[in-house]
């Protein structure tokens, strides 16, 4: 029988799992859908990357570019204090593998995507590995996290929020790591994660902070270590500021003034958007101090949200005895980091009355600490349940990881691949109280389903909104591009509608519904025919 305790076992365990979630990502990206504005954030990756041809006397080479001549300036961008490290990255990209149609671009863009959410995955397993010496935590960990349905999904459709937590969860593990031993590499390494962080999200100004913090409370307690982590510190904030710069184009010409106007802009973004929370349409820029909270609760598995309560609990009690001893051992320090990535934003969130809108995927970054709570509640009760049954120890593990991971599995399985639609509350609540797909990427399935019905000839489609329906044809095949004409609701022959802030009694143009994209259940999208 195969010992799981092993190390032997775990030199192929682990690769078997991260191999099998690779194979998994390249089988399953072409099944997903556009996001909302994901072609608008590659229009500004291409605005930028000519500002950067232009400044590094490359214009020549950019001019060779077909529709060179209509990329406006940076200056006349709308979006250009967005950080775009992670664009740039994928234009490159798109030219190496010769994506040129439109399909083929959004397909690799997709992936990489994936990727980068399998990266995030390893840098969670190596966290739950370093704070509970046990691979088998770190594992448990990253499939917690792939298992999560919302996650799972919006790892292919999530440019911005899924990307910028793996790419934080990365950085953590860079912090902890240099906090263990301080070196020249170690010091490097956080500051180009962090850069990259900060350069995807300005949110990501909270690693800086997180470092500065833990790094004085680690010189604090371990005093072998305190004069090179003063000095790793002394390194690391120059480094990563001009890391920072460096990715960041808008900084190029006024880093300190620019970046405190792309904070100020990142604070109030879109604030005069709605959300529809519990039943109602409320703004942005005043929502209750329960939104998050709620969300999170509604759109988690509700057995992962008892395992981080129970390790919450857990990690509460040891900074008791901590305080009470006046001594922070490391185990306890990890877990006061944790703490703090978690709560400090969902707290200033609330305190500062910041916007945020789609739900809570803004706050995503703050989902891998909870994670890690979960992995602590399941060792705890394992412990307890163990205690009656040494000798099946085991057994007991297997069956309560399958009781955890498979509900969520099947409904993976079940709701493909409109799995952002998940929530852990009945359909028939959800449906009513909160957005459904705010992504919009189940236009895609829409518009694939009325070619179905319709062998040959032109389609007249349109609907509430323009940029999905736009996003959907992009991810046609060119015949099948061709077919899809958008026009205006009054000449259309079909209206799809996701019904974004709003149920079912939405007002809709006289049609009659002849088709509904669903996930387990819950609607994501209607078809509807205009008499």
């Known amino acids: 029988m195969l010992d799981f305790s092993s190390d032997s076992a775990r030199r192929w365990v682990v690769p078997l799992f991260f191999g099998a979630l690779l194979a998994l990502g390249l089988v399953l990206h072409p099944d997903y859908g556009i996001g909302w504005d994901e ?71 997709h992936l990489v995507n994936f990727l980068f959410f399998v990266a995030g995955a390893a840098g969670l397993y190596g966290l739950a590995r370093a704070r509970f010496a046990d691979w088998r935590a770190g594992l448990l960990a ?9 996650f799972f999904a919006e790892a292919f459709i999530n440019y911005k929020d899924v990307v910028f937590a793996s790419v934080f969860t990365l950085s953590i593990l860079t912090l902890w790591r240099l906090l263990q031993r301080p070196t020249a590499v170690r010091v490097l390494l956080h500051a180009a994660a962090t850069a990259f962080a900060i350069d995807v999200r300005t949110m990501g100004v909270l690693l800086p902070a997180l470092t500065l913090g833990f790094g004085l409370l680690e010189a604090w307690q371990e005093p072998t270590r305190r004069r090179a982590l003063l000095v790793a510190l002394v390194a690391y904030f120059p480094l990563m500021a001009a890391f920072t710069v460096v990715g960041w184009p808008f900084l190029w010409e006024a880093p300190f003034a620019n970046f405190m106007a792309a904070f100020r802009s990142f604070s ?54 901590c305080i009470r001893r006046w001594a922070v051992p490391p185990a306890a320090r990890f877990d006061l980091l944790i703490t703090a990535w978690l709560f400090g934003p969902i707290i ?21 600490p909870m994670v ?11 412990a307890v349940l163990t205690r009656w049954a040494p000798r099946r120890a085991a057994t007991v593990a297997g069956l309560l990881a399958a009781g955890l991971l498979l509900p969520p599995m099947a409904y993976l399985m079940r709701a493909h691949p409109q ?35 319709h062998a040959s000839g032109p389609l007249r489609v349109s609907g ?50 002849v088709h509904r994209i669903t996930a387990d259940g819950i609607t994501a999208l209607r078809v509807l025919r205009v008499p």
């Open 39 to 109: 072609s608008t954030e590659r229009i500004n990756g291409i605005i930028n990357a000519k500002y950067v041809a232009e400044r590094l006397g490359l214009g020549a080479l950019a001019r060779q570019e077909p529709n060179y001549r209509v990329i406006p300036a940076l200056t006349d961008a709308p979006d250009a204090d967005h950080g775009v490290a992670y664009q740039l990255l994928l234009l490159p990209l798109e030219r190496l593998l010769g994506a040129h149609d439109q399909r083929a671009i959004y397909l690799l863009r």
């Open 419 to 453: 799995q952002q639609l998940y929530f852990s509350i009945p359909n028939a609540v959800a449906a009513q109280q909160f957005e459904r797909d705010y992504w919009g990427v189940s236009y895609r399935q829409g518009l694939e389903w009325l070619l179905q019905q």
């Open 372 to 382: 890690l709570l979960m992995v602590g509640g399941f060792r705890m009760l394992l």
């Open 142 to 150: 990253a499939s917690l996290l792939v298992l999560t349905p919302r």
């Open 348 to 368: 200033s969130v609330i305190i500062f009355h910041s916007v945020i809108y789609d739900g809570w995927r803004h706050l995503y970054f703050v989902y891998p």
């Open 268 to 321: 109030r973004y879109r604030s005069t958007l709605h959300n529809f929370y519990l039943g109602e349409l409320i703004s942005a820029r005043q929502l209750p101090w329960h939104y998050a909270p709620v969300w999170i609760a509604v759109t988690t598995p509700l057995p992962f949200v008892a395992l981080a309560l129970l390790g919450l609990l857990q990690a509460v009690c040891g900074a008791w005895h």
């Open 464 to 513: 509430p909104h323009f940029m999905p329906l736009y996003n959907a044809r992009l991810l046609l095949r060119p015949a099948e591009r061709e077919r899809i004409v958008l026009s205006s609701p009054a000449e259309a022959q079909y209206l799809l509608t996701t019904e974004r802030l709003s149920p079912p009694s939405r007002a809709l143009p006289p049609a009659t519904t």
